[in-house]
């Protein structure tokens, strides 16, 4: 009897981590998932043209990478409870203040505010995942990447029904309820001690005696293929709406493209997680999800209304499993877990600078040519680019240090 009552607070405690991190997850997308279906209504009311505008989808994408290059000192200085908390609070009060914040500045302060928490919450929730659940590590990430991917399905899909209820202001703010209850869920789940932080001084650190990864260079070619993969996920979640909205579409149609697109990632996303390891050789996984992005991109070309519903599905499922497929092609590089986890945050760090990129590119391109097609081209070079990358990645390559 002892021994049962001892074990099953364990089991509560790690059932509200676990509901904590997918409270967290969900909200990491939605401040700029339900930006793309209100756009031509935020542009209208600001008078943003296509390239401001693109900056509410960048600046908060440039600030993840930027906090994947400073974990360690997040670490130090937060911690993952204080850290992650923060986090939370940070989106909750960013997309808060859009309520009142409509005008261009307002917004894109709103925007980077957002970056910054989500940036210590992807930071920092994995290594509390690692932690709390080592022998389902996998299990619980892949439940974390699809809570990301299902807040920007939500997200996406009541924009539009939103935004004719309490308009596009109420819309971007209403996102902070759940940032809030996240926040809240997290606040009590964090007293579990695998939820604590080891002593932090005790965790600093020595000096790495190995060679830096910005001299290695497949890790700077592990970069390239972390970003132009990832640039394809934000390209499409700034510009696929605003694009078929352009066509004729109605908002609400554009949304549920958006939508349905994020749930084809989700899908991908678990088919990796239960299928990659009957696959010693990562380039084949990759080099079908870059054809089906591809083929997805082609059809944006050449006919995107007649074949709208076939290309979300196949854009969903090829940019879905490129994702979580670079970051296994990199942990491949290394055996060494926790320098395979520096690893992780040089890669992501760099990768997500470089996907920042693309919004504001085809918002520069709309702006100049009034038309998206050439984002699409050059993203489709892109894809290519990544693929002729990933062959250089055969099984048996010496380790990096």
């Given at each position: 009897?002892?021994?049962?009552?001892?074990?099953?607070?364990?089991?509560?405690?790690?059932?509200?981590?676990?509901?904590?991190?997918?409270a967290l997850a969900l909200n990491l997308r939605p401040a700029m998932a339900a930006v793309g279906p209100l756009l031509d209504l935020i542009e209208g009311a600001t008078g943003m043209g296509s390239t401001a505008a693109s900056l509410?989808?960048?600046?908060?994408?440039?600030?993840?990478?930027?906090?994947?290059?400073?974990?360690?000192?997040?670490?130090?200085?937060?911690?993952?409870?204080?850290?992650?908390?923060?986090?939370?609070?940070?989106?909750?009060?960013?997309?808060?203040?859009?309520?009142?914040?409509?005008?261009?500045?307002?917004?894109?302060?709103?925007?980077?505010?957002v970056g910054v928490g989500v940036a210590l919450i992807q930071a920092?929730?994995?290594?509390?995942i690692k932690r709390a659940f080592p022998a389902?590590?996998?299990?619980?990430?892949?439940?974390?990447?699809?809570?990301?991917?299902?807040?920007?399905?939500?997200?996406?899909?009541?924009a539009a029904g939103l935004a004719e209820t309490i308009g596009w202001a109420g819309t971007l703010a209403l996102w902070s309820a759940p940032a809030f209850v996240a926040a809240s869920v997290w606040l009590a789940a964090s007293r579990d001690p695998a939820a604590e932080e080891p002593n932090r001084a005790a965790a600093v650190e020595a000096t790495d005696p190995d060679l830096p990864f910005w001299r290695?260079?497949?890790?700077?070619?592990?970069?390239?293929?972390?970003?132009?993969?990832?640039?394809?996920?934000?390209?499409?979640?700034?510009?696929?709406?605003?694009?078929?909205?352009?066509?004729?579409?109605?908002?609400?149609?554009?949304?549920?493209?958006?939508?349905?697109?994020?749930a084809a990632e989700v899908t991908a996303g678990l088919l990796v997680s239960l299928t990659i390891g009957r696959f010693a050789d990562r380039r084949g996984p990759i080099l079908t999800a870059l054809l089906l992005a591809l083929a997805g991109l082609a059809g944006l070309v050449v006919a995107p209304l007649s074949m709208a519903v076939p290309i979300v599905i196949l854009l969903g499922l090829g940019i879905g499993a490129i994702f979580p497929?670079?970051?296994?092609?990199?942990?491949?590089?290394?055996?060494?877990?926790?320098?395979?986890?520096?690893l992780l945050a040089f890669v992501q760090g760099g990768g997500y600078i470089i996907a920042s990129l693309s919004p504001l590119g085809a918002g520069l391109l709309r702006d100049h040519m009034a038309d998206l097609t050439q984002a699409w081209v050059l993203m489709g070079v892109g894809v290519i680019l990544l693929g002729a990358m990933t062959l250089e990645f055969r099984p048996g390559l010496p380790k990096l240090r």
């Amino acid at each position: 009897m002892t021994a049962r009552s001892d074990a099953t607070p364990a089991r509560g405690a790690s059932l509200l981590l676990l509901a904590a991190i997918v409270a967290l997850a969900l909200n990491l997308r939605p401040a700029m998932a339900a930006v793309g279906p209100l756009l031509d209504l935020i542009e209208g009311a600001t008078g943003m043209g296509s390239t401001a505008a693109s900056l509410l989808t960048t600046l908060p994408v440039l600030m993840i990478g930027l906090g994947a290059l400073s974990i360690r000192p997040l670490r130090r200085r937060l911690g993952e409870r204080r850290g992650i908390l923060l986090g939370a609070l940070l989106i909750g009060a960013a997309c808060l203040v859009r309520v009142v914040l409509t005008g261009a500045t307002g917004l894109i302060a709103s925007a980077v505010v957002v970056g910054v928490g989500v940036a210590l919450i992807q930071a920092l929730a994995p290594v509390v995942i690692k932690r709390a659940f080592p022998a389902k590590f996998g299990t619980v990430m892949a439940l974390y990447t699809t809570g990301i991917m299902g807040g920007a399905a939500v997200a996406a899909a009541t924009a539009a029904g939103l935004a004719e209820t309490i308009g596009w202001a109420g819309t971007l703010a209403l996102w902070s309820a759940p940032a809030f209850v996240a926040a809240s869920v997290w606040l009590a789940a964090s007293r579990d001690p695998a939820a604590e932080e080891p002593n932090r001084a005790a965790a600093v650190e020595a000096t790495d005696p190995d060679l830096p990864f910005w001299r290695q260079g497949r890790a700077w070619r592990l970069i390239l293929i972390m970003g132009l993969g990832t640039s394809a996920y934000t390209l499409m979640l700034a510009w696929l709406p605003p694009f078929y909205i352009d066509l004729g579409e109605p908002r609400a149609t554009a949304g549920y493209l958006l939508s349905g697109m994020t749930a084809a990632e989700v899908t991908a996303g678990l088919l990796v997680s239960l299928t990659i390891g009957r696959f010693a050789d990562r380039r084949g996984p990759i080099l079908t999800a870059l054809l089906l992005a591809l083929a997805g991109l082609a059809g944006l070309v050449v006919a995107p209304l007649s074949m709208a519903v076939p290309i979300v599905i196949l854009l969903g499922l090829g940019i879905g499993a490129i994702f979580p497929l670079s970051l296994i092609l990199a942990m491949d590089q290394i055996d060494d877990p926790a320098r395979s986890g520096d690893l992780l945050a040089f890669v992501q760090g760099g990768g997500y600078i470089i996907a920042s990129l693309s919004p504001l590119g085809a918002g520069l391109l709309r702006d100049h040519m009034a038309d998206l097609t050439q984002a699409w081209v050059l993203m489709g070079v892109g894809v290519i680019l990544l693929g002729a990358m990933t062959l250089e990645f055969r099984p048996g390559l010496p380790k990096l240090r």
